[in-house]
């Protein structure tokens, strides 16, 4: 083939020397608009595994780029006068410059031809001009074939809210080195990384409001330079901070990063008779931000999966190879950006979590992107992780006025003690309500004896009925149970009495009203489907049906409504303080009634209870501060709130925020933060532990505990999460339907079997209370007594 690659950086040069092994017979023709051997740029990143890909692709070239790197396994993280050290995670460094040059030379011996200085204004001119067979767009982030083509790749490029400088230094780093400092106008942070003998990359960023306000917009190149040298003096040792883009002024070489995702990353001419695709490749495809050292990566292994493609599918012609490429590289890709956007957003809002101590700082900072976990930290660094867990516990047993216990094992974060108002629950586990469809006539019977109780006895610390609903006409369908029976009161004080008696875990319910999702078929007759016969009326915030065409239309809730209904939950939260729960959530999400006057999607009215946030707020709040009157001052009330509806126009992170500190100034003790069900336009991004971005926003922004929901299937993940504060309950749906043991399992999995909470603690406490009861009867028995007559009685029992 003729090969054409616009662009002479990593992926042009990489993929060309493949090809070029591949099959010398191939023409392979490299355009840089640079000159020879001249790039800009300090020092790029790879993990160990990337190295290990650039080993089995080209060895050659791999043993000269393991020769010019710099190796590191420590991070470090400086956060308010603290240094916190984590080994273990195996990163390298080497000049781009020097990369360059590398691939250059290598691409050189193979006979790859290349051209420098031409700037490439046409691509389909230079096609012909090299009768090109194939043409690589590997012109940047700012590619111009892509601009060309947009409406075949169809690129959706998101300017994110930081500016950053890519600076230098001669002072030496023997880590992977984090540094956040505080200044009047905000907070700045610093990526710093060695990559050869003597110079290390120092990425300055900050968010564009603190950069505005410093003032840096206005600043010479040499003032903002000055100002970075002074904001980290302490690190740089009397050292230099340097550019290399002198040839930019003012504050031109601060730029904010563009997130880029194209549809994608094939386009087709036809030249002269011929098909000819041009294909992305590296920035000019996707971006992955500079905090997980990704974008060279990137480059390089997409170059290695398109002539692996070429390799396995090339006797299949073009088209087949070039699908092959995109169907593998888009997923992988995929699974890259969405740790990189997990990360970039952490940098981009470290002043959410300067609250925290510097080790729990270090430890959110360190799992950013979600996809290192704690275990993969134990793998990394035992002895950091272990020094961590007692610090977490530390914490959480001193909020529960406890000493940690001794154990063999360091505890597990999510087996820690938690504490609100006066309920302390032994670990972080939380068994999610779950609707199971088994009442009979609003009462929950020996299924939701077993279903509970057994959850209750598999080790998790807090058990969730389903949504018990505060009336008839509240109900999902006719199987679900309620509260508004003397009958339904019984029933749930058996199963509260069998929790308490036979666990040490603590169970709750969950009121809610079904607003215009009611009178529908149990799920396995059709979910959502309306009851064929003796349906009962609905309302909702505004007149809706949830499944246009389908639903039974609600109509919109008048004030006698509201009040009656409100009415019916300070009955039913009374009948839940009778049955003996130790806890009450408030359900105000997924399309019931209290979320359809939240949600803009669902709330149309024009009174006081309809247009903006804290107007469509007013009603569920009013409801709450009902039954937070009435439910024990010692008991905590938590919310559960839909996050995100997923649906333009409808709730957004931004206002589940504002929603959360609604809700604390009224007295909630804590948001479960759920997403979706609002509306059947909904396009939820689905994937592990999805939901819990929205737990970490509340917790950390609106200052209020939260339990995170969504995904969270394995020990790793509640650990991670809890550990980092991105929540401090988990809730775990699914593997409790399959397992109603996960807590105890997923504990033995990770070797600890030293459960000290229940054993040690909980049983003490209830002897101690035993032996005092019956000090207190013996001593009202004794009154008036002889000493020999006390031991007589005392030997009859």
Partial sequence: MNILCIGGGPAGLYFSLLMKKQNPAHQITIVERNRAYDTFGWGVVFSDQTLGNLVNADEQTARSILQSFNHWDDIDTHFNGQVVTSGGHGFCGIGRKRLLNILQERCEELDVKL??????????????????????????????????????????????????????????????????????????????????????????????????????????????????????????????????????????????????????????NQLNGKRVPVVLMGDAAHTAHFSIGSGTKLALEDAIELARSFEKHGEQGMDAVLEAYQDLRSIEVLKIQSAARNSMEWFENVQRYTAMEAPQFAYSMLTRSQRLSHENLRVRDAAYVRSFE?????????????????????????LTPYKLRDVVLKNRIVVSPMA????????????????????????????????????????ITPACPGLYAPEHTQAWKRIVDFVHANTEAKIAVQLGHAGAKGSTCVAWEGTDQPLKEANWPLVSASEQQYLPGISQMARA????????????????????????????????????LLSSFISPLTNQRE???????????????????????????????????????????????????????????AGADMIDCSSGQVSKQEKPVYGRMFQTPFADRIRNEAQIPTIAVGAIFEADHANSIIAAGRADLCAIARPHLADPAWTLHEAAKLGFNDMPWPRQYVAGKMQLERNLERDRQVAAASAGLTPQQVAAKLLEG
């Fill in 115 to 268: 051209v420098f200085e031409t700037d490439v204004t046409d691509d389909q001119a230079l096609a012909l001009e090299y009768d090109a067979d194939l043409v690589i767009a590997c012109d940047g982030l700012n590619s111009r074939v892509r601009t060309r083509y947009e409406q075949s790749y169809q690129p959706d490029i998101d300017t994110r809210k930081c500016r950053f400088v890519w600076l230098g230094t001669k002072k030496l780093f023997s880590a992977f080195t984090f540094v956040f400092e505080e200044t009047e106008h905000g907070w700045f942070q610093a990526h710093v990384y060695q990559y050869d003998g003597d110079t290390a990359t120092f990425i300055v960023e900050t968010p564009e409001e603190t950069w505005l306000k410093a003032g840096i917009d206005k600043m010479s190149q040499e003032e903002a330079i000055a100002f970075c040298e002074n904001l980290f003096a302490k690190y740089l040792d009397g050292n230099a901070l340097m550019s290399n883009a002198t040839h930019l002024r003012g504050s031109a070489n601060w730029i904010k990063f563009p997130r880029i995702i194209c549809k994608n990353w094939v386009h087709w």
């Fill in 390 to 414: 007692h610090w977490i516990a530390e914490q959480a047993y001193a909020k529960v006025g406890l000493p940690v216990p001794k154990t063999k094992t360091a505890i597990p974060p999510m």
């Fill in 557 to 592: 809730a008048t004030m006698a409504d509201m009040q009656r209904i409100q009415d019916d939950f300070v009955q039913a939260t009374r009948a839940a303080t009778e049955a003996g729960f130790d806890w009450l959530e408030l359900h105000c999400a997924h399309g019931y």
């Fill in 436 to 475: 199971q469809y088994s009442a009979v006539d609003g009462v929950a019977g020996d299924y939701h004896l077993v279903h509970l109780g057994s959850r209750a006895m598999g080790g998790a610390g807090l058990v969730f009925a389903e949504m018990t609903c505060v009336s008839a006409d509240a109900r």
């Fill in 607 to 665: 009174d006081e209870y309809g247009g903006s946030l804290e107007n469509r707020c007013r009603y569920p709040l009013e409801v709450f501060a009902a039954i937070r009157a009435v439910w024990p001052a010692d008991k905590p009330i938590s919310v559960r709130i839909s996050a995100h509806d997923w649906v333009d126009g409808g709730i957004m992170p931004d206002d589940a925020v504002s929603i959360a500190r609604l809700f604390k100034a």
